[in-house]
């Protein structure tokens, strides 16, 4: 079945930089488009990055968008997404998706604060 791990999570002070990996399994991840939310404390979950199967294509939500990158690595079955300039506001739970499952990870934790 559908396995998803969010790693590279922590706390950082603004400014700072993190990268998050998810590791895939249980489908054929080179062939599926590939999305990162966030949950921040209190709120909804929230879509801030997509890549679409071959990497060539990603969008970005405004919030994060010239700050994060999103890629993969279709060989290791692994998902990145890049974080840069981290602010307060990006505080917040980040999982990887596979919208063709309900699955979803425990996700990682990032926190930034001074």
């Known amino acids: 079945q559908v396995q998803l791990v969010e790693s590279g999570g922590g706390l950082v002070p603004p400014g700072g930089s993190l990268r998050l990996s998810c590791t895939a399994s249980g489908f054929t991840f080179s062939s599926r488009p590939m999305y990162w939310y966030r949950r921040a404390p209190g709120k909804g979950r929230d879509l801030i990055a997509s890549i679409s199967d071959t990497g060539n294509t990603t969008s970005y939500a405004d919030s994060v968008k010239g700050r994060f990158i999103v890629s993969r690595d279709n060989t290791k079955n692994i998902l990145y997404l890049q974080m840069n300039n981290l602010k307060p506001e990006d505080t917040a739970t980040y999982y990887c998706?596979?919208?063709?499952?309900?699955?979803w990870g425990h996700g990682t934790q990032v926190t930034v604060s001074s």
């Open positions: 998706k596979n919208r063709a499952s309900t699955f």
